[in-house]
């Protein structure tokens, strides 16, 4: 197992402060108010409920607009996990196959940097369907769910 890597990168102020002018461009609304409600995985619907609570003016049309905050943040998100994997030569800790506490790992995610596929314990075989664990967060299954 790899020791000594950075931790994998989080979202930072800095990149939900470049979504939200972008954001903010588009609406008419101040990328501060966006910055002081937004939460990470908040969708344009959740971000216009908060703006709103927050007595900021917002109007149906802005939701749609909203909804690229999170597509940007997670965006942003993404490259820093793909500089974080190359510049770290990041490797799965267990091999395919391996049997972790959540199941059993059937592969690596395209999609997502350092993640795992893994089927839960009580998903059949056939049923194409997986969690999606990081590397850093798999941990060897506990001897009786192995035996």
Same mark, same amino acid.
């Given at each position: 197992m790899q020791t000594n890597i950075p931790p994998r990168p989080t979202v930072t102020d800095k990149m939900i402060e470049e979504a939200a002018k972008i954001v903010a461009a588009k609406v008419d609304i101040c990328s501060e108010d966006i910055i002081r409600v937004y939460s990470h995985s908040m969708d344009g619907f959740e971000l216009a409920i908060e703006l709103k609570d927050n007595y900021v003016d917002v109007d149906r049309s802005d939701m749609? *607009?909203? *909804?690229?905050?999170?597509?940007?943040?997670?965006?942003?998100?993404?490259?820093?996990?793909?500089?974080?994997?190359?510049?770290?030569?990041?490797?799965?800790?267990?091999?395919?196959?391996?049997?972790?506490?959540?199941?059993?790992?059937?592969?690596?995610?395209?999609?997502?940097?350092?993640?795992?596929?893994?089927?839960?314990? *009580?998903?059949?075989?056939?049923?194409?369907?997986?969690?999606?664990?990081?590397?850093? *967060?798999?941990?060897?299954?506990?001897?009786?769910?192995?035996?």
């Open positions: 749609y *607009d909203l *909804d690229e905050m999170e597509f940007l943040v997670s965006d942003a998100l993404t490259k820093a996990e793909k500089e974080w994997f190359s510049a770290n030569n990041i490797q799965p800790p267990y091999p395919i196959g391996t049997r972790v506490k959540e199941g059993v790992i059937e592969g690596i995610s395209e999609s997502r940097v350092a993640y795992y596929l893994v089927r839960k314990w *009580d998903t059949p075989p056939e049923v194409k369907s997986w969690q999606v664990i990081k590397f850093e *967060d798999a941990a060897s299954a506990p001897e009786e769910i192995i035996a």
